[in-house]
């Protein structure tokens, strides 16, 4: 069983910054395609990166020359860089791990971007 802990999320003003980090543990972190998702309030989860472990990445579309999404397999770790935060991006982001038919979620992290 895979397990993931997300952390870096909080309160930024606009035009600000912040870095988010998922922790795995349980599972073979080098051979997951690992990904950043969010949900706000009221709306639907949305992808907003993603990292395969042949390095590949994905954006959203909202997010593309702002956020980078990067990982560290000695470190089980997967990260994403914000920069450039808009209100617009105030969510809970999640973390989610998936390999060979399996996948799991982190509890997610707030992110709030003031105006």
């Known amino acids: 069983q895979v397990h993931l802990v997300e952390s870096g999320g909080g309160l930024v003003q606009a035009g600000g910054s912040l870095r988010l980090s998922c922790a795995t543990s349980?599972?073979?972190?080098?051979?997951?395609?690992m990904g950043w998702y969010r949900q706000a309030p009221g709306k639907q989860r949305e992808l907003v990166a993603t990292v395969t472990s042949g390095l590949s990445t994905t954006y959203a579309d909202s997010v593309k020359g702002r956020f980078t999404i990067s990982r560290d397999n000695a470190r089980s770790t997967v990260t994403l860089q914000m920069n450039s935060l808009k209100p617009e991006d105030t969510a809970v982001y999640l973390c989610?791990?998936?390999?060979?038919?399996?996948?799991?979620w982190g509890q997610g992290t707030q992110v709030t971007v003031s105006s």
């Open positions: 349980g599972g073979v972190f080098s051979r997951a395609a």
């Open positions: 989610k791990y998936r390999s060979l038919g399996y996948e799991t």
